[in-house]
């Protein structure tokens, strides 16, 4: 097989997880949006994950949120799930909206609220259960806003004790993807602040326990692909939930802000090994001001390009560069990848693959838009915030 047959056969089996909560109305704690043809439950949020799925080939599962997506049957709804072409992806937890969760949920100073937090995480895992989901992705707004509110290693402890009861739930084949983020909604203390805690956390609970790295939420400047070297370097990424942001809010659309920093992700991820690994490709965005699903096929599109550059890196010439201790020649390997048009290559590997050589184009010809604009009147749409 030549280079460019291995890069274009790569691409091939990428798979990029959508949110279902990306097709509902969603947006910032200012304010929140709503816009024409929004699905007014996760049976439609699937309909048009399919569509995204139909015009990519590469977004073959959608990620839900409970309760946002509560459904009394979710047998069904994996089922409808595959009658439209796709699977049910991660489950995703809410600790963070109720009203008892006000001084936090799994860490909270109060037993019972933190038994409601932990009984709500393995309602999460019968979900997995019954959906045949395989991850169940948690991310925690726990934490405290001034010096004193609480004990910072007594929540550590809350926060492991309430972990270990969920992980010992977990059923063969699943896993548990632990989430960080610096601050917010939290301003002096965050419970699982930085990749180090979640690490931390991760190592103790066994390998069923992995991290996860939004890309939205790291200080400005962090360095990220040292962080997914590092996690890969140990057997502890579980996977990416791609966004962006320009200053603290993330959730932009992936590669939106940096994508030379995307692309610098995306080589660690190739060359240690995770993009034939278990890694799951998540995408966890709102789209407040833009068209949901294209903005959704783009940032799709998006992740397709920085990996395309990141396998084109000449693996054999960066070495030797390397060794060398060549450090123009090293770094001009890199940028020659990542400076090169890989939309061609790309339209190549949709044409093979049997799906039109442009997904925004494609959709935009369907008529979907127009049809859910027509036919989703009345009912409540899918939404949270403001």
Same mark, same amino acid.
């Given at each position: ?22 097709? &509902? ?6 304010? /929140?949006?709503?816009?024409?043809? /929004? ?30 997506? @509560? ?7 994996? $089922?409808? $799930? ?19 969760? @006000?001084? &936090? ?11 409601? !937090? ?13 959906? &045949? ?28 004790? &309430? ?34 805690? $979640?690490? $931390? ?26 962080? /997914? ?24 659309? /992936? ?50 390009? %920085? ?22 020649? %090293?770094? %001009? ?16 590997? @949709? ?24 036919? @989703?009147?009345?009912?409540?749409? !899918?939404?949270?915030?403001?």
């Amino acid at each position: 097989m030549t280079e460019l047959a291995a890069v274009k056969a790569a691409l091939k089996t990428q798979a990029v997880e959508t949110p279902s909560w990306a097709y &509902g109305n969603s947006g910032t704690r200012f304010k /929140v949006f709503a816009q024409p043809g /929004v699905p007014r439950d996760p049976f439609e949020k699937l309909d048009d994950a399919a569509k995204v799925h139909e015009f990519t080939g590469a977004a073959p599962t959608v990620a839900l949120h409970i309760p946002w997506d @509560r459904v009394e049957d979710y047998a069904a709804l994996a $089922a409808h $799930a595959e009658k439209r072409g796709v699977r049910i992806g991660a489950i995703n937890s809410n600790t963070f909206q109720d009203d008892d969760y @006000r001084l &936090g949920s799994i860490c909270h100073p109060d037993a019972a609220v933190r038994r409601k !937090a932990v009984d709500h995480l393995l309602e999460c895992v019968d979900i997995m259960d019954a959906t &045949g989901s395989r991850d169940l992705k948690l991310w925690f707004a726990d934490g405290t806003n001034y010096p004193g509110q609480d004990d910072i290693r007594s929540r550590q402890d809350r926060l492991a004790e &309430g972990l270990a009861e969920v992980y010992e739930r977990l059923g063969e084949g699943q896993r548990m993807l632990l989430e960080y983020k610096l601050f917010e909604p939290a301003f002096y203390t965050t419970d699982v602040p930085d990749w180090g805690t $979640a690490y $931390a956390h991760c190592l103790k609970l066994g390998e069923k326990a992995q991290v996860v790295v939004d890309t939205g939420h790291h200080a400005p400047g962090t360095n990220i692909e040292f962080i /997914v070297a590092t996690l890969l370097r140990e057997g502890k990424l579980g996977g990416f939930d791609f966004n962006s942001r320009f200053y603290a809010d993330d959730d932009l659309m /992936v590669g939106a802000a940096d994508p030379f920093q995307l692309f610098r992700i995306m080589y660690e991820v190739v060359r240690g090994g995770g993009f034939t690994s278990d890694v799951a490709f998540m995408l966890d965005q709102c789209h407040n001001i833009e068209a949901k699903i294209p903005a959704i096929i783009r940032s799709v599109m998006n992740v397709q390009e %920085a990996t395309a550059k990141a396998l084109l890196v000449d693996g054999t010439a960066l070495a030797e560069a390397q060794a060398a201790g060549d450090v123009l020649e %090293a770094n %001009a390997v890199l940028m020659d990848a990542y400076n090169t048009d890989v939309r061609p290559l790309l339209r190549e590997v @949709r044409e093979e693959s049997g799906l039109d050589p442009e997904p925004m184009k494609a959709y935009r010809s369907c008529g979907w838009a127009e049809k859910v604009v027509a036919e @989703r009147i009345g009912g409540q749409q !899918a939404g949270w915030g403001a």
